[in-house]
């Protein structure tokens, strides 16, 4: 999905909404393996459906030619 790049300021606290890119991959497979062990609320228990980054990379090629996927990043 073609998106433009916007950062927004709440409470002083930044936040930047922007496409993934490749680069991305890396740090999104170790922040997904983290979530998954941290709460009880998501359907995963660390380290099921693992992703690694080569998988994180696929997946970012394949929504951003998708007209209706949305591929969230977050940077901290």
Known sequence: MDINQKT???NGTCYI???A???DAKDLSKIRLQI???TQNLDR???EAFIDAPGFEQLII???KDKRNLFFSCNG
């Open 17 to 19: 909404i922007r496409p």
């Open 45 to 47: 228990e660390k380290g």
């Open 62 to 64: 394949k929504d951003s």
């Open 36 to 38: 998954d062990g941290e």
């Open 8 to 10: 927004y300021n709440v």
């Open 21 to 23: 890119i490749n680069k």
